[in-house]
């Protein structure tokens, strides 16, 4: 009984950074060399991430894809992801502390 639990435990552990918690590793790296390895940028020019709606961040990734909002950085960035992407980098900022140290 305590293997399977422990295996149970292990599994939810490698399944929820790939999925909610951390979407596409390679890309979210990218997004924190602007926006901060939290969403919270160091430069005033960039935005924080941390802590927005989702439906405000997904429609901004739409939009700088789109070229609705233009902006070349995010131009650029914007076609490395597909919808699905979009997604779930919204889900992730969103749910990341706006205040990391609160
Ligand atoms: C080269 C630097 C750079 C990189 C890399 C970058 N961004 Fe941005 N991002 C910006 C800047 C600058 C803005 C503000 C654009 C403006 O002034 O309209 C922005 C704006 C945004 C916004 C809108 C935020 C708001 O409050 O309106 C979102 C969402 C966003 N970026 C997501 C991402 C994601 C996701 C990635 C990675 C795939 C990424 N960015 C990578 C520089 C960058």
Do not use: W
Request: aromatic fraction near 6%.
């Amino acid at each position: 009984m305590m293997k399977f639990s422990a295996l149970l435990f292990g599994a939810l552990l490698v399944a929820t950074p790939v999925t909610a918690q951390q979407p596409n590793r390679a890309l979210i790296l990218e997004c924190m060399a602007c926006h901060g390895d939290d969403g919270i940028a160091k430069d005033k020019d960039v935005p924080h991430l941390a802590g927005q709606s989702y439906d405000y961040l997904l429609r901004q990734m739409r939009n700088f894809q789109s070229g609705k909002r233009p902006h070349k950085e995010m131009k650029v960035m914007s076609r490395l992801m597909d919808d699905s992407e979009m997604q779930e980098i919204a889900d992730y900022y969103s749910r990341l502390p706006r205040d990391p140290k609160s």
